[in-house]
C-alpha cells in the first residue's frame, strides 16, 4: 500500500482489515509503550490526512503480511510514516487490544479471533 500526505487514515485501516480477518488497526496521538494499551481519549478520528497527523511524512509503501507480528506492524508504521498505531482483535463480539499479544504473528492473531467466534 502507497501511504503519502494525501493518505487517509481510513484507508489504511480499510486495507489492513480487508487482509486480516478479525484484525483492525487504530490510530494514536502518542506512541504506546511496548506491552501496554493506547487511551482511547487519544484516538485519531479516522477522517483525518496522514499529513494532518504528521506534517513531515514521507512517501512511501507499506507492506505487511500474514507472517508479520503485531509488534513489527506496529514499529513500522511508527518508523517509517510517524503515525501511532495500535492492532485490534475481535474477540467474540468485542475489540481488545492485542498488548498482551503484540508478539504474535497477524496470522496467529486471526486464528484466534476464529477460535473466539465459534465460541459465541
Given at each position: 500500500m502507497k501511504i503519502?500526505?494525501?493518505t487517509v487514515l481510513e484507508?489504511?485501516?480499510t486495507q489492513f482489515a480487508s487482509q486480516f480477518d478479525g484484525l483492525?488497526?487504530?490510530?494514536?496521538?502518542?506512541?504506546?509503550?511496548?506491552?501496554?494499551g493506547s487511551h482511547k481519549k487519544s484516538m485519531l478520528d479516522s477522517s483525518l490526512l496522514v499529513s494532518e497527523v504528521n506534517p513531515s511524512i514521507s512517501e512511501g509503501d507499506m507492506a505487511w503480511d500474514k507472517s508479520m507480528t503485531v509488534s513489527e506492524i506496529e514499529q513500522l508504521l511508527?518508523?517509517?510514516f510517524g503515525l501511532h498505531a495500535q492492532v485490534f482483535r475481535l474477540t467474540g463480539r468485542v475489540w481488545?487490544?492485542?498488548?498482551?499479544t503484540d508478539s504474535y504473528t497477524l496470522e496467529k492473531?486471526?486464528?484466534?479471533?476464529a477460535d473466539s467466534q465459534t465460541s459465541i
Open positions: 503519502n500526505k494525501e484507508e489504511i485501516r483492525k488497526l487504530e490510530f494514536f496521538k502518542k506512541q504506546h509503550a511496548d506491552s501496554s511508527e518508523s517509517r481488545i487490544e492485542t498488548t498482551t492473531q486471526m486464528n484466534k479471533s
